[in-house]
């Protein structure tokens, strides 16, 4: 069965500070890779996604992802966090039936 | 991306009770899903509901626990059925249009069984 990692579970960043967060997943094949966001009272949302070509996917209010199909990852950066991007952020993998890793909850301090 | 709601939101429930939620997207999709988040886990996928069949269960999920119906392409029910406290959990339904392979989630309903 698949299996999605991310080994920080909480990170706590002051604003203008880089951001990457891991993910890891155990799946040979072929896969849809997603990283969600869920910002405080809010629901789940798509923050970017990737299914083939550049393996570097950019997604929405400044994040990337890359994809690194030999390492099994699929992290998520950002050059520079603000306060507004405190939330709980969730790697999922899979074609339909997605499975998720456990989250990172991030705080960025003003 | 689509609208989707779910009702009802919040609800707090007594052992042994049951408790149907509903989710509705404002657009005909190819696919519904539900999940369950339970206090300080990820999100786990229940079943895949299926329009006008059987929805189809994962691993550890039943239909006499959790029934489900889709009876048209907007529309889906979850039954949290004979609750206990372990159920307390966040549902969610999630939404896919076949030509985006990307799911959609609505707000969630925050159930707690007491």
């Given amino acids: 069965a698949q299996s999605v990692s991310q080994h920080n579970h909480h990170v706590i960043l002051s604003e203008a500070a880089s951001l990457e967060l891991g993910c890891n997943y155990s799946y040979g094949g072929t896969v849809n890779l997603f990283w969600y966001v869920q910002y405080p009272g809010q629901h789940l949302q798509l923050l970017l996604k990737y299914f083939s070509g550049d393996p570097l996917v950019k997604g929405i209010k400044g994040f990337e992802a890359e994809f690194i199909k030999s390492k099994f990852s699929f992290n998520l950066r950002k050059p520079s966090v603000q306060w507004s991007d405190t939330a709980e952020y969730f790697c999922a993998v899979g074609f339909q039936k997605l499975v998720f890793g456990t989250g990172t909850r991030l705080l960025v301090s003003p | ?114």
């Fill in chain 2, 1 to 114: 991306s689509a609208v989707i709601s779910q009702k009802p939101s919040r609800d707090i429930c007594q052992r042994g009770t049951s408790l149907t939620i509903q989710c509705q997207v404002d657009s005909q999709v190819t696919m519904m899903f539900w999940y369950r988040q339970q206090p300080g886990q990820s999100l786990t996928l229940i079943a895949t509901a299926n329009q006008g069949s059987e929805a189809t269960y994962e691993s550890g999920f039943v239909i006499d626990k959790f029934p489900i119906s889709r009876p048209n392409l907007t529309f889906s029910t979850l039954t949290v059925s004979n609750m206990s406290p372990e159920d307390s959990s966040i549902y969610l339904c999630s939404v896919e249009h076949r030509t985006t392979d990307t799911q959609y989630f609505g707000p969630g309903t925050r159930l707690t069984v007491l």
